[in-house]
């Protein structure tokens, strides 16, 4: 009833949206029936695929009602940080889902003139790049108090909202006076360069949730900026999960950074195969 015939194309495209050939492609259909396959039965099918001269390929020949994207890549090319092995929040796979029915946000490309864009980074001179995620063990931010370090910035949040309309504005401050933020361009999903110029010692940014009544541990905005130490000595990015704040007014946001200790803005980096990892001194 819910299942219908898979026709999924998609363009692998680099940081210059050139196409990338040869690049692999492994999915799994999710189905509502029993699929028999010679080692018995299972609720999936399994698509694989490879990117033609364009970018371009097509996952087809099941029936289901999600796809789920489980791999996708090519031998000097990495994903986004976000989506790099070893360097995602919640430790799984990687994956991309897409839905069948209407009401989802990601929906089945069935036509081949309007491809899903999927983008790779074509590694050029990547450094040692030192990866350090906080998932919850990190410093807790209290809602209304002064800044709080946390890694390499300080971070504070005030309650600008209202019951029926929360909100929140978190202020991202530099560590010293020397020290420079700035914020990320929404457009650039990879964050492998830090910018040359333009930190400021402090940002802002604001998030909320809509309707009434905000839900405690429910993610609420993703931010995400580079830092400077004093001299550019180390240049750092970072993305911050923020969160609702439980009834105490306490958050502890879910914090990834990329940081490279060699004076360098280049933050190139595979975390599947790193490069030894020199000690980040300043």
């Known amino acids: 009833m819910y299942d219908t015939k898979v026709r999924f194309w998609g363009k692998v495209v680099d940081q210059d949206a050139k196409p990338v050939e040869g690049a692999k492609i492994a999915a799994f259909v999710v189905t509502l029936r029993m699929v028999k396959y010679k080692d018995g039965y299972r609720e999936f099918s399994i698509l694989t695929a490879k990117s033609a001269a364009d970018g371009t390929f097509l996952l087809e020949g099941a029936d289901g009602f999600t796809l789920v994207i489980q791999y996708l890549g090519k031998d000097g090319y990495v994903l986004p940080s976000a989506y790099q092995e070893g360097a995602r929040f919640n430790g799984a796979k990687y994956s991309y889902f897409y839905k069948t029915m209407g009401g989802q946000e990601n929906l089945f490309h069935p ?6 864009i999927f983008h790779l980074w074509k590694l050029n001179k990547p450094e040692p790049v030192r990866i ?9 931010v209290k809602v209304g108090t002064p800044p709080t370090p946390v890694l390499f910035s300080n971070i504070s949040v005030t309650d600008i909202g209202s019951v029926e309309a929360p909100q929140w504005e978190v202020t991202v401050s530099a560590l010293e006076a020397d020290d420079g933020v700035i914020k990320a361009d929404p457009l650039d999903i990879f964050m492998f360069q830090a910018p040359e110029s333009g ?3 402090s940002i802002t940014f604001r998030y909320g949730l809509d309707g ?3 839900t405690i541990g429910e993610p609420c905005a993703l931010v995400r900026f580079y830092v400077r130490s004093k001299r550019g000595r180390w240049y750092s990015a970072e993305e911050c999960a923020f969160f609702a704040p439980d009834e105490e007014g ?5 914090i ?7 004076g360098s803005r280049n933050l190139e980096h595979d975390a599947a195969h790193p490069l030894p990892e020199p000690s980040l001194d300043d």
Do not use: F
Request: no cysteine.
């Open 132 to 140: 350090i995620e906080a998932r919850g063990s990190g410093p807790k």
């Open 212 to 214: 009434p009544g905000a």
């Open 199 to 201: 930190y400021t010692h």
């Open 250 to 254: 306490l958050q502890v946001p879910k």
């Open 111 to 116: 036509n081949p003139s309007e491809p899903v």
């Open 256 to 262: 990834r950074t990329w940081t490279n200790p060699n």
